[in-house]
């Protein structure tokens, strides 16, 4: 009896079992090299079944060292066309070629591999596949009722988080370091649930990095190049909840139920913002309406009803594209993180689609400002027109996001007046933050009851910008004081006085006009001296200096081509002045990354480089 075995019977193991049994007793097995070029790759890629299927080929070995059946090793290898073309079938169109030529019995797992070989005019024995049940992963045991994820890493004793929602502890779950033995184990069952379960499959596969989903599991799995040692990540939810165990749940309720709407749901990581969003998820499809999620990776707990879609050829815009053709209600993006990512939620929302969008966030008016400057400012209420924030696994603020045409909080005249995003508390109605476009930037002003510290934002931000239209045309120093919400002095050296002012005070009137603020211009021997360097306007220091003039880091700017970079370790998000000898220069927001960047060219800029040139030395203090 010839038999030709294909790959799935060899991973299976059935070859040899067959041959235990007598069923193939005394058979002569010839095994194409096609098999053993897949084997070979799986095993490679440190795919189980790959490893599987070697050790079968060796137990063959053995029964025809013992004289139990014959063994030879036929066909040719797939080359590198073939190996691409494998999913179209070419790899296994070589193995049936096997079969044929040897006039044997082609032995499969594979039901369409049967059918062809069938149809071919092959002896073909099908064997049903094994049906792989994974009872548990080695690694769950390291998880009890009260833990969120489990890291495990080479070299590193087991650590855990537990807890409750928003009160999780990072801790040691064992005292026994972790082998590269141990980890390689823990790979290879993960990755084999993955590959032979229903309930798994790998979301993302690249060379040092895999993301497997197991049944409510998601695993991280990093390695060497990518990473310095073999590390396990595993997350699963520990908290189901549903609308009702939430503050603000029946406003939340009628606002998704009232229209489609635009909503970003706002946290810091592990405060809750995945379950809300599965909760309202749940909320939406018992109100019978069609819900669908675009997730990556796919790990929101929903039910049945509910189809969790991914990245589409690795983009969420054809998944936008795809799920535009399927008009659901709703849909669920977690999480929104990159400019594209924002982009696809504005053009899905756009187009009539009710979106729910999960966004890191530390307030719930930063889940907002990101949208600034990736979707155009007038539109941001017509994408979001709602954010909720969740802390400690509880709703804490909702915000109603809308347009209105008016004179900006703090600005008095009436030919100010432009559109506003007007950010109000949904329980009280009362406005929070006003965002607008102020001398071509974008600001966002906290307004309200709070008066003091709140029109100090707006002071900064019109006093910041009076400095630098009075910088672009004086020639020395210039210090700003605001005398109330419409007017301002303006202290700049004798010899500008006249370059300020302009011919027949022309300049100054169009800086006015500009800004919509009355400007009184004088020379800085007029400055009333002041020992804290404080005052109405805030942020200048005085010509006296004082001990003020002492304070503030040190820094060192880099310069290059096209910036001057000032760099603020420890600074990331604060505002803060910029002195240079003591003396203010600007004011400036810290970006992410913790640097100042500014344009070779500017006022600013050339203001710096003299300071530089002249050795004064550069400090930042914090407003």
Do not use: C
Not at 19 to 26: I, K, L, P
Not at 183 to 190: A, G, L, N, W
């Amino acid at each position: 009896m010839n038999v030709v075995p294909d790959t799935s019977v060899v991973v299976d193991g059935r070859v040899s079992e067959r041959v235990e049994s007598g069923a193939f007793a005394d058979a002569a097995i010839y095994v194409p090299e096609a098999v053993v070029s897949e084997l070979e790759s799986q095993a490679n890629s440190d795919r189980e079944i790959g490893w599987q299927g070697l050790q079968e080929l060796q137990r063959l070995t053995e029964f025809a060292d013992e004289g139990r059946i014959q063994l030879e090793y036929v066909g040719r290898r797939p080359n590198e066309e073939e190996i691409r073309r494998a999913s179209a079938g070419e790899i296994d169109a070589i193995i049936r070629d096997v079969a044929s030529e040897y006039d044997a019995t082609f032995v499969t797992s594979d039901i369409v591999q049967g059918e062809v070989a069938k149809a071919k005019g092959l002896d073909v024995e099908y064997l049903e596949p094994y049906d792989s049940e994974v009872e548990e992963l080695s690694i769950q045991p390291y998880f009890d009722e009260g833990t969120m994820s489990v890291h495990l890493k080479t070299g590193m004793v087991p650590m855990a988080k537990r807890g409750t929602v928003g009160e999780m502890r990072y801790e040691p779950i064992g005292e026994t370091e972790l082998d590269d033995e141990t980890m390689r184990e823990y790979v290879h069952d993960v990755t084999n649930a993955a590959s032979s379960s229903d309930e798994g499959f790998t979301e993302l596969s690249e060379p040092g990095m895999q993301i497997i989903q197991f049944r409510n599991y998601r695993i991280a799995i990093a390695q060497p190049p990518f990473s310095d040692g073999v590390e396990i990540t595993a997350v699963r939810p520990i908290a189901k909840t549903t609308m009702a165990d939430y503050s603000y749940a029946e406003e939340v309720e009628e606002r998704l139920l009232d229209r489609q709407r635009g909503v970003l749901i706002a946290g810091a990581p592990g405060a809750g913002k995945s379950t809300f969003a599965q909760a309202v998820a749940e909320f939406l499809a018992d109100a019978d309406y069609s819900v669908k999620t675009m997730e990556k990776p796919r790990d929101l707990q929903v039910g049945p009803d509910i189809t969790q879609y991914t990245e589409l050829d690795g983009q969420m815009e054809k998944t936008a594209d795809a799920l535009l053709m399927v008009r659901p209600d709703y849909t669920i993006y977690d999480e929104v993180r990159k400019t594209s990512d924002f982009r696809t939620f504005s053009d899905m929302r756009l187009a009539g689609v009710g979106m729910v969008g999960v966004v890191h966030a530390t307030r719930a008016i930063d889940a907002l400002q990101r949208l600034v400057g990736r979707v155009e400012l007038g539109m941001i209420p017509q994408v979001v027109d709602t954010v909720a924030y969740v802390e400690a696994g509880d709703l804490t603020t909702v915000y109603d996001v809308k347009t209105e045409v008016k004179v900006p909080a703090g600005l008095m005249e009436e030919d100010l007046a432009r559109p506003v995003i007007v950010v109000s508390d949904h329980e009280t109605g009362t406005p929070e933050y006003e965002i607008y476009t102020f001398n071509r930037q974008v600001v966002t002003v906290p307004i309200g009851e709070e008066g003091g510290e709140r029109e100090t934002g707006v002071g900064r931000i019109a006093k910041q910008e009076i400095e630098r239209e009075i910088r672009a045309v004086a020639r020395g120093h210039v210090q700003v004081e605001l005398q109330g919400q419409n007017r301002a002095v303006v202290y700049v050296e004798d010899d500008d006085i006249s370059y300020v002012i302009g011919k027949g005070g022309g300049r100054i009137s169009q800086i006015e006009d500009d800004l919509g603020i009355n400007i009184d211009v004088r020379t800085l021997d007029e400055r009333p001296q002041r020992s804290t360097g404080g005052g109405a306007g805030g942020g200048s220091a005085s010509a006296s200096g004082g001990s003020q003039r002492q304070q503030g880091e040190v820094v060192t700017p880099e310069i290059t081509a096209r910036h001057i970079i000032v760099p603020l370790d420890g600074y990331a998000g604060e505002t803060v002045e910029v002195r240079a000898g003591g003396e203010y220069l600007f004011t400036a927001t810290v970006s992410r990354g913790g640097e100042i960047q500014v344009s070779r060219g500017s006022a600013i800029a050339e203001e710096m480089e003299r300071a530089i040139d002249d050795g004064k030395q550069l400090t930042v203090l914090a407003s």
